[in-house]
Antibody
Framework: QLQLQESGPGLVKPSETLSLTCTVSGGSISSSSYYWGWIRQPPGKGLEWIGSIYYSGSTYYNPSLKSRVTISVDTSKNQFSLKLSSVTAADTAVYYC????????????????WGQGTLVTVSS | AIRITQSPSSLSASTGDRVTITCRASQGISSYLAWYQQKPGKAPKLLIYAASTLQSGVPSRFSGSGSGTDFTLTISCLQSEDFATYYC?????????FGQGTKVEIK
């Protein structure tokens, strides 16, 4: 059974960089059939797609965050990571990682497996 | 970005009721729409993709319909475990965007 697990600091200071890692188990991040994405949800609010990465390193970012976001993949560790720079209180949210089937898969580009989420608070 | 307008934002219903939630896209998205269920403190769960295809393991009381700009999620006979918040998501073009959510509460 595929599992995704987010990890990283739960508290980040304003203007610093938020860094999270998603560890994938029960499947290979190097599969050509899937992308891997990050989504966030401010407390009590809706979902916002941050971006996705393919195992080859190709990335797709939300333009609203593009200038501050970097998503990378480490196939040797079966992990992918999120960095969000210059954070403010508005970046306080639960951050989820998720699997995104590619075009060759029936559920392509929906988000079929999710991590449990990790709350990141931006505060001094 | 494609804007998704979801309605209603909340509704009250009883066990056994038929419930309908709608999403309208700001431009045509063919059938590139997914529906998710989220319970408090939990990650969203994929229910339906390609507007009408039930994800494996999802009960058949859930159904989706629509194409182009107008989409519907129907729960045919609401069960106690269905009280949750539901989101739609378009994946026709980047950036992927979500509806604002519909909270289904107990009447």
């Amino acid at each position: 059974q595929l599992q995704l697990q987010e990890s990283g600091p739960g508290l980040v200071k304003p203007s610093e960089t938020l860094s999270l890692t998603c560890t994938v188990s029960g499947g290979s991040i190097s599969s050509s059939s899937y992308y891997w994405g990050w989504i966030r949800q401010p407390p009590g609010k809706g979902l916002e797609w941050i971006g996705s990465i393919y195992y080859s390193g190709s990335t797709y970012y939300n333009p609203s965050l593009k200038s501050r976001v970097t998503i990378s993949v480490d196939t040797s560790k079966n992990q992918f990571s999120l960095k969000l720079s210059s954070v403010t209180a508005a970046d306080t949210a639960v951050y989820y990682c998720a699997r995104e089937p590619g075009i060759a898969v029936a559920a392509s580009h929906s988000l079929d497996y999710w991590g449990q989420g990790t709350l990141v608070t931006v505060s001094s | 970005a494609i804007r998704i307008t979801q309605s209603p934002s909340s509704l009250s219903a009883s066990t056994g009721d038929r419930v309908t939630i709608t999403c309208r896209a700001s431009q045509g998205i063919s059938s590139y729409l997914a529906w998710y269920q989220q319970k408090p403190g939990k990650a969203p769960k994929l229910l339906i993709y390609a507007a009408s295809t039930l994800q494996s393991g999802v009960p058949s009381r859930f159904s989706g319909s629509g194409s182009g700009t107008d989409f519907t999620l129907t729960i045919s006979c609401l069960q106690s475990e269905d009280f949750a918040t539901y989101y739609c998501q378009q994946y026709y073009s980047y950036p992927w965007t979500f509806g604002q959510g519909t909270k289904v509460e107990i009447k």
